[in-house]
């Protein structure tokens, strides 16, 4: 047995589960550096799975009015108009151009997530969740809409048309929420590594490095203590 190899194998294959909410936008910003995290290092074979988080699963499932939405959530317009500048200084910094002012609906984000969980059977997980960020945070399109949410996904080559029509990933995508809620999730984004190590919140991309390294770490000491 090459123990060499096996343990380059063992130290460089991560995987990375992501609860998030495609209306959240520090989770947007949140992939953005956690992309670049992983492009720094380049020898490090990742799985990237998305998982569903609603921050608001009571919402109506026509979704409810922006403007209304907002003062709901922060008490009024100019506080979150506050709490905005935050974030589009966040984005500006990982070449994200929200466009808040073209949102119109704060949409019911199940369907969305049912897309993503299809998305993830189909090998185009990653490309869906981006196109669902884009569509929405830049462009502004009404991701509870069926309709767009099929659009976003042939934009990037997946068909779910009849998907969306039928109750396929219902449950999955509950079961995977629930699992969420069981880990003490509170707010997203939300990282865990190898089910044990995670990252909360949009954290530098220095941080992901570094958490990425610690797991490496304790995987060579766990096969050195199996020799």
Same mark, same amino acid.
């Given at each position: 047995?090459?123990?060499?190899?096996?343990?380059?194998?063992?130290?460089?294959?991560?995987?990375?589960?992501?609860?998030?909410?495609?209306?959240?936008?520090?989770?947007?910003?949140?992939?953005?550096?956690?992309?670049?995290?992983?492009?720094?290092?380049?020898?490090?074979?990742?799985?990237?799975?998305?998982?569903?988080?609603?921050?608001?699963?009571?919402?109506?499932?026509?979704?409810?009015?922006?403007?209304?939405?907002?003062?709901?959530?922060?008490?009024?317009?100019?506080?979150?108009?506050?709490?905005?500048?935050?974030?589009?200084?966040?984005?500006?910094?990982?070449?994200?151009?929200?466009?808040?002012?073209?949102?119109?609906?704060?949409?019911?984000?199940?369907?969305?997530?049912?897309?993503?969980?299809?998305?993830?059977?189909?090998?185009?997980?990653?490309?869906?969740?981006?196109?669902?960020?884009?569509?929405?945070?830049?462009?502004?399109?009404?991701?509870?809409?069926?309709?767009?949410?099929?659009?976003? %996904?042939? =934009?990037?080559?997946?068909? $779910? !048309?009849? #998907?969306?029509?039928?109750?396929?990933? *219902?449950?999955?995508?509950? /079961? +995977?929420?629930?699992?969420?809620?069981?880990?003490?999730?509170?707010?997203?984004?939300?990282?865990?590594?190898?089910?044990?190590? %995670?990252? =909360?919140?949009?954290?530098? $991309? !220095?941080? #992901?490095?570094?958490?990425?390294?610690? *797991?490496?770490?304790?995987? /060579? +000491?766990?096969?050195?203590?199996?020799?």
């Amino acid at each position: 047995m090459d123990v060499e190899a096996d343990m380059d194998q063992l130290t460089t294959s991560i995987s990375i589960d992501v609860y998030s909410d495609v209306i959240c936008p520090w989770c947007y910003v949140g992939k953005r550096r956690l992309e670049r995290a992983l492009a720094r290092l380049e020898d490090v074979h990742t799985r990237v799975t998305w998982r569903p988080f609603r921050l608001n699963p009571t919402m109506p499932k026509e979704g409810m009015d922006r403007s209304t939405y907002l003062e709901a959530k922060f008490g009024s317009l100019e506080a979150f108009h506050r709490l905005e500048g935050h974030i589009l200084a966040a984005g500006l910094s990982e070449a994200i151009p929200f466009a808040f002012e073209k949102i119109v609906r704060t949409p019911n984000t199940f369907s969305a997530h049912r897309l993503i969980w299809y998305a993830g059977q189909q090998g185009c997980q990653d490309e869906v969740v981006d196109s669902l960020f884009r569509g929405y945070f830049e462009e502004g399109v009404d991701i509870g809409s069926s309709e767009a949410l099929t659009r976003l %996904a042939a =934009s990037v080559g997946l068909d $779910a !048309e009849r #998907f969306l029509q039928s109750d396929e990933g *219902v449950a999955e995508v509950k /079961a +995977e929420e629930a699992a969420g809620h069981r880990l003490g999730i509170r707010g997203v984004p939300y990282f865990v590594l190898n089910n044990r190590h %995670a990252i =909360s919140g949009a954290q530098p $991309a !220095e941080e #992901f490095v570094a958490t990425i390294q610690k *797991v490496r770490a304790h995987q /060579a +000491e766990g096969m050195m203590s199996n020799w």
